[in-house]
């Protein structure tokens, strides 16, 4: 598939604010993911019979996003450290009309449903393996998460 048919499809998820769209030519197949930041953002899986590829795209005006001094964040804090138990997108509610699962200042209990972790369309809930104060969330609501990237903080 053409280099400039794909930028065109990835400017047109960017700007009409669709979610998903997946496009099949022949043997070739692309799906462009919008993840629904401010900046948007879409990500583009391109397969063919030789090895996938991954390529993040975004417009020319938005500037990258670190993710790193968010994972340093727990220094300031003292307590459990609720970490990430796989890669995908972090959610604090079942869906964007729920309350969210926790706020700061909660108390939770073991067993506690904290997040929701979207990874290969699959919903996971994440628990609470402590019991105590939700003192920090580290994550933004729909941002992507690595595997062990802290999420909380519990007092």
Do not use: W
């Amino acid at each position: 598939m053409d280099l400039r048919k794909l930028k065109t499809l990835i400017d047109l998820v960017s700007e009409s604010g669709i979610s998903e769209l997946e496009v099949n030519e022949g043997e070739d197949r692309v799906r462009i993911v919008n993840a629904g930041s401010p900046a948007p953002v879409g990500q583009m899986v391109y397969a063919n019979p030789a090895p996938a590829q991954t390529m993040q795209a975004a417009p020319a005006a938005s500037a990258p996003v670190a993710t790193a001094p968010i994972a340093e964040a727990p220094a300031a804090e003292t307590g459990f450290v609720a970490k990430s138990p796989m890669v995908g997108t972090f959610y604090r509610a079942p869906n964007p009309e729920s309350p969210n699962f926790v706020n700061i200042g909660d108390t939770v209990k073991v067993g506690q449903t904290l997040c929701i972790i979207e990874a290969m369309k699959l919903l996971n809930e994440i628990e609470s393996e402590h019991a105590g104060v939700i003192k920090e969330i580290l994550c933004e609501n729909g941002q992507g998460v690595e595997f062990d990237q802290p999420l909380f903080i519990i007092a």
